[in-house]
Nanobody, 130 residues
Framework: QEPLVQSGGGSVQTGGSLRVSCEVS????????IGWFRQAPGKGREGVAT???????YYAESLKGRFTISLDNSKNTLQLQMNTLIPENTAMYYC????????????????????????WGQGILVTVSS
């Protein structure tokens, strides 16, 4: 498998917007689930948003309405558009992909802990200042 390569991110002030992208070519077969996770300083990893082969999307409750996950028509690029950012959104953001997560999602819903994902991007820092 080709590595998941992330881009975007950066620094912004409260209320600003950023986008992170991830090249997911080869990871969007018939039963995929791909998504975004984040880890803030001193905290554990948490699920941000996922998108599955069945068309279902998931968002962490606190991010609904501000974050949007999307997959381009070629299914090669996964994006996370982040609007109205606040300092609490500061974290390393990781994309992840695995058919096992797709199988899990079909049966139980999204894997919010990331334990069914084997393939991870390198991580990209998003910093929101007040």
């Amino acid at each position: 498998q080709e590595p998941l390569v992330q881009s975007g991110g950066g620094s912004v002030q409260t209320g600003g917007s950023l986008r992170v992208s991830c090249e997911v070519s080869g990871y969007t077969g018939s039963r995929y689930c791909i998504g975004w996770f984040r880890q803030a300083p001193g905290k554990g990893r948490e699920g941000v948003a996922t998108i599955a082969s069945n068309g279902k999307t998931y968002y962490a409750e606190s991010l609904k309405g501000r974050f949007t996950i999307s997959l381009d028509n070629s299914k090669n690029t996964l994006q996370l558009q982040m609007n109205t950012l606040i300092p609490e959104n500061t974290a390393m953001y990781y994309c992840a992909a695995d058919d096992r997560a797709g199988d899990y999602e079909l049966e139980y819903g999204p894997d919010l802990e990331g334990s069914h994902y084997e393939y991870w991007g390198q991580g990209i820092l998003v910093t929101v200042s007040s």
